[in-house]
């Protein structure tokens, strides 16, 4: 209790401290002033502010900005006079840059000249120059700089020497030392350099942006002002005190630090902290902004001569439809079995499967967008991804041999993309199945893992709705409300805070549960923390928080946002009384289940992990211990192993270690792994390997050997028909020697009867050809028919066997 009233002290003192800054201004009473009287401050460093007041007939109203802030009232002032008057204006002192201000003068100096700079603007002005003993008086004529030679030193010393002729028509040279004076004459020349000079030297000046409204009306009214400004970010800082009494819950006290750097004070204003983010950008609306225009000459005679001119061409232009090809299927080397697909960066992906569970290969996926038209294949898992998609409506049409085409309309996607995994229905394919949108899931932006082609969302801590109960605690200094996806808290006492000031100002204050352990992760040294439940009913900003127990100072740290009945670690100090060791042990098990459906024969095996954690406690009290061990992907946990909670990474253990004892706890975990092989793959090698290992019954091992004496006979057939047509191309080019032979014979002797030789060889060769064609068709239709029954065999068979393991393995 001695603590709570220190820091009620603290923020009294703090409220009292303001007041007099505040009654002290006497422009809260000045007429045609509207006083701040609502403020809301969100997190991305922006402030709402709203000024209401009374305003009398035609009566102007003024506000001062500084000129950061006027560029956000520009693009954001809002003006209602809320009787029955009107506003007929809003004027406010522009100030142009200094550069474009001093173009409008007749000495071209810039914002830093030197002295050199200054007379050679001067250049014809009427000047006195006073140089030791010598003196004149004449117009400037030259400013040069020149090099001579120091005689002491023999070095090149640079001088500036200024030239005027006099007003006799002299011709003067003086050397521009220290000593040397240059007095301007000529009173205008005085008068424009004296307004130089306070051109420049309002730069200078206090920045102050007066905004004046302007009112016609009669008798008395209210009037509101609104406008979001720039403003510094409102920071959040935590109390949490442990009692010494165990049963009672610990106190949650969180501050606000709020700064006031609009220029104004607040007096009893409302305010509301956002912890939210709405859009909001800068845009220099307040500089006066000047269009470049191009310079044109005079006209002049111009001198034709003749020229030619180019042709118009049209330009013809081409889209492209782009396809991103999904990942190949890799190997397990030892098995030589396709192994699971892995895939990312998908913007439409899923599984298809059929009515049994069966997922189905070589499926054609079709998805219309805005951008065009994509298309994928599903590989051996069924899997399938789509890249190069735009948010927006989709169609996504889903096509394979044996079923009804399956398609979804007007699917809404974001820009995280989609997953669609439909069961498509056997049947013609001339009959469509259409789902509803709701088939879509729109994918989280969370982090997801796939295993063997299978999207699973990563576990993580859901957020439970907002509640709007009265928080219990001794003062209610702050209502919290969800604002959709923000969070605000309404101060519900006035705020007072005087300008250019800050203060701390209390938001919430309620018990909460929380349960003291240790975590221990392997990457990091055992922690003391807090596993707290916020009960407050409100939304806990992130930010530090400070630990108070014993009453004395215990750690700090920092949090997270945590919801209402979220659960959340908070440590605060490390732990030296807590020693942790840990085991490793894994082994992996041989092909456990063999499923074949289909066509495509799929294999599952697993490994297995035991870790054991080895914690003793060199404390006097009993520590709670918290193991955070690592959520792998692909891996599960043993049957009857539940986790306290789990995270999107990380499975987190509670365990209880005596005074000075030591804990043992295990961890068991298993990882499924899928390997596919489609059975037109099998060859003898394979077969031989199944039965070594003994996951074929005698029943498929049958099958298995039919599968490869069909696929002998297709491969037999297969070396018919290439011999045959090895023996044609042989033919071919034995004629083509003949006709070139035949050619060569024209005009001599042997002509005739040779002639008549390659004639009759050819006709035998004519009539090979034919029989040789006639035996390719027949033995293509063999090999044809030999093929739709390899694939009958195939289909029909469906095996679903869970394996134990080899005897001696």
């Given at each position: ?777 027949t033995l293509k239709d063999k090999r044809d028919l030999a093929s739709r029954q390899l694939d009958k065999m195939m289909m029909e068979i469906d095996v679903d066997d869970s394996l134990s393991a080899p005897s001696g393995m």
């Amino acid at each position: 209790m001695r603590i709570l009233v220190l820091l009620f002290a603290v923020s009294l003192t703090l409220s009292a401290q303001t007041k007099p800054a505040v009654d002290a201004n006497p422009s809260e009473l000045a007429p045609g002033h509207l006083p701040v009287k609502r403020v809301v401050l969100y997190k991305n460093g922006v402030g709402y502010f709203e000024h209401t007041g009374r305003v009398r007939g035609s009566e102007e109203v003024n506000i001062d900005f500084t000129t950061s802030q006027l560029d956000d009232v520009l693009k954001s002032l809002t003006v209602v006079d809320l009787g029955e008057g009107r506003v007929t204006g809003v004027r406010y002192n522009s100030i142009a840059p200094l550069d474009q201000r001093l173009r409008g003068l007749r000495l071209p100096l810039g914002e830093k000249p030197t002295r050199e700079e200054l007379l050679n603007a001067l250049l014809g002005a009427r000047v006195e120059v006073r140089s030791g003993s010598a003196s004149a008086t004449g117009k400037i004529l030259s400013v040069e700089a020149v090099k001579h030679q120091n005689e002491r030193t023999d070095d090149s010393v640079d001088t500036n020497i200024l030239s005027i002729v006099t007003d006799a028509g002299e011709l003067r040279t003086f050397e521009l030392t220290p000593a040397t004076s240059v007095r301007i004459v000529e009173h205008d020349l005085n008068q424009e350099l004296n307004r130089y000079f306070a051109m420049v030297g309002s730069s200078r000046a206090k920045d102050v942006r007066r905004m004046t409204i302007a009112t016609a009306g009669t008798g008395e009214r209210d009037m509101l002002v609104s406008y979001v400004s720039e403003v510094p970010v409102w920071k959040t800082t935590y109390r949490i005190v442990i009692p010494s009494d165990p049963k009672r819950q610990p106190l949650l006290q969180g501050w606000a630090v709020v700064d006031n750097t609009i220029g104004e004070d607040w007096k009893d204003v409302k305010l509301s902290l956002v912890a939210g983010a709405p859009q909001s950008f800068i845009q220099q609306i307040s500089t006066p902004l000047y269009a470049r225009r191009p310079v044109v000459a005079l006209p002049e005679t111009a001198q034709l001569s003749p020229q030619t001119h180019e042709a118009a061409m049209d330009e013809a232009t081409k889209d492209a439809l782009s396809q991103v090809p999904g990942a190949g299927l890799t190997q397990w080397e030892e098995m030589g079995l396709a192994s699971k697909t892995q895939r990312s960066n998908c913007k439409v992906g899923g599984r298809i499967t059929d009515a049994t569970g069966a997922v189905i290969a070589n499926a054609n996926v079709t998805v219309m967008a805005r951008n065009g038209t994509s298309r994928a294949t599903t590989d051996a898992t069924g899997s399938y991804c789509v890249n190069g998609v735009d948010a927006g409506s989709l169609t996504i049409r889903v096509e394979a041999n044996g079923f009804k085409p399956t398609e979804v309309r007007g699917a809404r996607v974001g820009s995280a993309g989609v997953t669609f995994s439909p069961t498509l229905q056997v049947g013609n394919v001339s009959e469509t199945v259409e789902v509803s949108s709701g088939a879509v899931t729109v994918n989280e932006p969370v982090e997801a893992r796939n295993i063997a082609g299978l999207v699973q969302l990563a576990p993580g801590v859901a957020s439970p709705e907002a509640r709007n109960t009265a928080m219990e605690q001794q003062f209610q200094s702050a209502a919290g409300r969800e604002i959709g996806e923000l969070f605000s808290y309404d101060i519900k006492q006035p705020i007072t805070i005087g300008k250019d000031q800050s203060a701390l100002v209390p938001i919430v204050q309620s018990r909460v549960d929380a349960e003291k352990v240790t975590i221990w992760n392997a990457n990091d040294i055992p922690r003391r923390a807090l596993w707290l439940k916020n009960i407050s009913g409100s939304t806990l900003d992130s930010g530090s928080f400070s630990i108070v127990e014993g009453d004395s100072f215990a750690g700090e740290g920092l949090m997270d946002p945590i919801k209402p009945n979220e659960r959340r670690l908070l440590s605060y100090a490390a732990d030296q009384s807590i020693r942790v060791k840990t085991v490793d042990e894994a082994k992996d098990e041989p092909v456990t289940r063999l499923r074949i459906l289909r066509g495509m024969m799929t294999l599952t095996r697993q490994s297995e992990a035991k870790r054991v954690y080895e914690i003793h406690n060199a404390d006097t009290e009993v520590r709670h211990v918290v193991i955070e061990h690592p959520a792998r992907d692909g891996w599960k946990l043993a049957a009857g192993l539940k986790p306290e909670e789990t995270t999107a990474s990380l499975h987190r253990f509670l365990v209880d270690v005596k005074p000075g004892d030591n804990a043992k706890f295990e961890v068991d975990e298993v990882h499924p792994e899928l390997a596919t092989v489609y059975l037109t793959n099998l060859s003898n090698d394979l077969v031989l390997y199944y039965e070594q290992q003994k996951m074929l019954r005698p029943e498929l091992d049958k099958a298995f050997r039919s599968i490869l004496d069909q696929k002998n006979q297709i491969g037999d057939y297969d070396t018919e028909i290439n011999n045959r047509q090895q023996e044609m191309n042989n033919i071919s080019n034995d004629q083509a020697r003949v006709r070139e032979n035949m050619k060569a014979l024209k005009g001599s002797a042997e002509e005739k009867a040779l002639v008549q030789r390659y004639a009759t060889e050819m006709n035998s060769q004519e009539d090979r050809l034919g029989t040789l064609r006639a035996e390719i068709v027949t033995l293509k239709d063999k090999r044809d028919l030999a093929s739709r029954q390899l694939d009958k065999m195939m289909m029909e068979i469906d095996v679903d066997d869970s394996l134990s393991a080899p005897s001696g393995m």
